[in-house]
């Protein structure tokens, strides 16, 4: 089957890029270097693609209802221009994906900007390669429960960049205007807080900002119309960023990777578990939230910690972690040579009583036991 291509394939691969299949996609993993990549974000300012982010969009009068079931947070305390990380879980408390929800403006306005007789409208984001299934999910659960919500997969129609860094502020004030409608922010997009967006727009296009973003540092992502998306990435003048650099970034900021970090089939895994417990509202109603409720009263068993290596090497995913008398205790999720503290750092799940910060551990790299150490995450501090 060919892989999906991002609106800007052509205008990466002008670039120099290196390209690399993830999830389904031919995605640019890297421009100049990781490192150089890494260091712009941490220091200054990076843009990445990440079109291959699902898009799923959902409205309708019984929209809320139906989002609310099958996520693990609170979707009825969004507002719109609100976002909300949170997991999506099967019938066992087991995460399918991790998503970020963003309430819309509501559906419905007039040419006067009224939204009074809109209905709830919400854009959430599978991981890459995950859209169709995800899509099939929303409407098999809305059929079965007869629900009035249209779903539509929009993964196609909208391009996703993600401008990050601690100069991402000044840079992405100066390119996005806010948009002049009734739900719009008062201000400048700068005046966001985190995990809030609103409609803007940029050289005249229609886009959806959010400062959000998946590297640890300030940042927004923008959701831009496909055609447009070479106009929107050339009006950002900052380094070009590929996956090689935002996974260094992320594992840095202790933040999960789908497929790895986690997977339904491979490594079935609770919130609980994964530590991100924090995206369970168990007052809620929500598919899983009963097995959960019973995971939260009786605990778990593993959790996922953060580790460093103390002997060199460098962990990799799926590598073995042993106690001291090397006994196999876990493994590896994630793993590298983290950019920013020249040191080797990883995570994975290990059993409880092993995953308090300073517990020595052993990661075992290439057939060698490689003494390491449990640190809190992030390994970095984050804005």
């Known amino acids: ?13 002008e670039r120099g890029a290196k390209f690399t299949e993830f999830g389904g996609w031919d995605m640019p993993v890297e421009f100049d270097s990781i490192r150089t990549e890494h260091a712009a974000v941490r220091e200054d300012v990076g843009i990445f693609d990440v079109s291959h982010m699902g898009q799923i969009h959902v409205t309708g009068p019984d929209a809320t209802e139906l989002m609310q079931r ?14 909300q990380y ?16 963003y309430r819309l403006p509501d559906e419905g306005e007039t040419p006067q900007g009224s939204r009074e007789d809109g209905e709830a409208t919400y854009l959430f984001i599978p991981n890459a390669g995950t859209d169709e299934s995800t899509h099939e999910r929303w409407i098999g659960y809305r059929n079965e429960w007869d ?23 000044d840079l992405v004030g100066d390119v996005v205007d806010v948009a002049d409608t009734a739900d719009a922010i008062d201000g400048s997009v700068t005046d966001l807080s985190r995990f809030e967006a609103t409609e803007s727009t940029i050289d005249g296009v229609d886009c959806w900002t959010a400062r959000t973003g998946y590297t640890g540092e300030d940042g927004f992502e923008l959701i831009v119309p496909w055609p447009e998306a070479e106009r929107i990435w050339s009006a950002f003048d900052c380094q070009p960023c590929g996956l090689g650099a935002r996974d260094t970034l ?66 990799r995913h799926g590598y073995d ?33 092993y995953a308090d910060p300073g517990t020595t551990l052993q ?21």
Do not use: C, W
């Open 250 to 315: 992320r594992i840095e900021a202790g933040l999960l990777l789908a497929g790895q970090d986690f997977d339904p089939e491979d490594n079935p895994r609770t919130p609980y578990e994964a530590g991100i417990g924090f995206t369970v509202d168990l007052e809620t109603e929500f598919v899983g939230r009963d097995a959960l409720a019973q995971v939260r009263a009786e605990g778990v068993e593993e959790e996922l910690v953060g580790f460093q290596l103390i002997d060199r090497g460098v962990p």
């Open 363 to 383: 990661v075992v790299v290439r057939g060698q036991s490689k003494k390491a150490r449990v640190e809190q995450t992030p390994f970095i501090d984050t804005q």
């Open 70 to 83: 099958l996520t693990t947070n609170d979707v009825s305390r969004l507002g719109v221009g609100d976002a």
């Open 86 to 101: 949170a997991a999506i879980t099967d019938e066992d408390g087991t995460i399918i994906d991790d998503t970020v929800i």
């Open 321 to 353: 972690i042993t106690n001291p008398e090397s006994r196999v205790i876990g493994t590896v999720t994630s793993g590298t040579m983290s950019p920013t503290l020249e040191q080797a750092i990883g995570l994975g799940y290990v059993p409880v009583e």
């Open 1 to 13: 089957m060919p892989l999906q291509t991002p609106p800007l394939r052509g205008t990466h691969d």
């Open 147 to 169: 629900l009035e919500a249209t779903v539509d997969n929009r993964t196609d129609e909208y391009a996703m960049f993600a401008v990050q860094g601690p100069n991402a502020a």
